[in-house]
């Protein structure tokens, strides 16, 4: 009866470690994908950057912030 109990533990053991590993790994491809998006945003912003020509984005906020009545 012991020995089966033991078995029992360690299968659920093996489990839990299974389980650990499977989240990890599902943590880590989650990086590579956000990752992979964040360069794609930070490369369409220096292109966007790269053509703009008008007022700059902190120019455009204090023109709207200020109050002209």
Not at 47 to 57: F, H, L, P, R, T
């Amino acid at each position: 009866m012991p020995t089966s109990l033991a078995h029992k533990l360690s299968d659920l053991i093996y489990e839990i470690k299974e389980i650990k590993k499977q989240l990890i790994l599902g943590e880590i491809k989650k990086a590579h994908i956000t990752k992979r998006e964040m360069d794609k945003w930070n490369v369409l912003s220096r292109k966007i950057s790269s053509q703009w020509n008008g007022v700059s984005a902190v120019d455009e906020i204090s023109l709207q912030r200020e109050k002209t009545w």
